[in-house]
Each structure stands twice: as structure tokens, then as C-alpha cells.
């Protein structure tokens, strides 16, 4: 059984950092992709980054060059960075296990960020 559990949201001002992390279980994520999504409030969920199985980074035009995906394999996690939020950065965030193998996904149950003076 595949578990998906995220961690690290909460509150920051504009112009701060945050860093969430997302703790997987029943899945390789050397193997597989893993993704971060979030859901502002009032819209859909909407992509934000990947790390692929080989470890290639890919981001969404909106948070590249302030964000940064990463991996400890060791550890079963994957890490997102978030560095010059902006208050638009507010949003559930969602990390998302795909299974190479059997085509399925998994959710997480999202953490809360917000950015806000």
C-alpha cells in the first residue's frame, strides 16, 4: 500500500522561504516520478514541479527559479523549496506519487501554505 504524507506548510511573509517535504511509503521514488501540485483557494489544482526517476527537475514557468525539487532516496522523500514567495503562492500543496509500473497515482492530503504580511 502506497503512502503519501506532506509536511512542512504554514505561514510566511512575501518575500520569505519555506520548505515542505513529502514522506513516501510502498513506492520507490528512485523509480518513479513524484510531483508537487497545489490548489490556490477558489481555483484548480494546477502543476507546480516534478522530479523525474532519473532525478531531472521540471517546473512550472510561474516558480522557476524560486523553487527547487529534490529527492533523498535514503530517506523516501522528496522536498520542495520555496524561496521569494509571493502572496499568489498561497495554496494547499499536494505531493503526488506516480507509479511507473502500474500507471496509478497517489495524493497526499495536501499541507497549507500561505503568504501573507
Known amino acids: 500500500q502506497v503512502h503519501v504524507v506532506e509536511s512542512g506548510g504554514g505561514l510566511v511573509q512575501p518575500g520569505g522561504s519555506l520548505k515542505l517535504s513529502c514522506a513516501v511509503s510502498?513506492?520507490?521514488?528512485?523509480?518513479?516520478?513524484m510531483r508537487w501540485y497545489r490548489r490556490p483557494t477558489g481555483e484548480g489544482r494546477e502543476p507546480v514541479a516534478a522530479?523525474?526517476?532519473?532525478?531531472?527537475?521540471n517546473y512550472t514557468p510561474a516558480v522557476k527559479g524560486r523553487f527547487i525539487i529534490s529527492r533523498d532516496i535514503i530517506k523516501h522523500a522528496v522536498y520542495l523549496e520555496m524561496n521569494s514567495l509571493y502572496p499568489e503562492d498561497t495554496a494547499v500543496y499536494y505531493c503526488?506519487?506516480?507509479?511507473?509500473?502500474?500507471?496509478?497515482?497517489?495524493w497526499g492530503q495536501g499541507t497549507q501554505v500561505t503568504v501573507s504580511s
Open positions: 503526488y506519487a506516480f507509479s511507473h509500473q502500474t500507471n496509478l497515482g497517489y
Open positions: 510502498g513506492l520507490s521514488i528512485r523509480d518513479n516520478e
Open positions: 522530479i523525474s526517476s532519473s532525478g531531472s527537475p
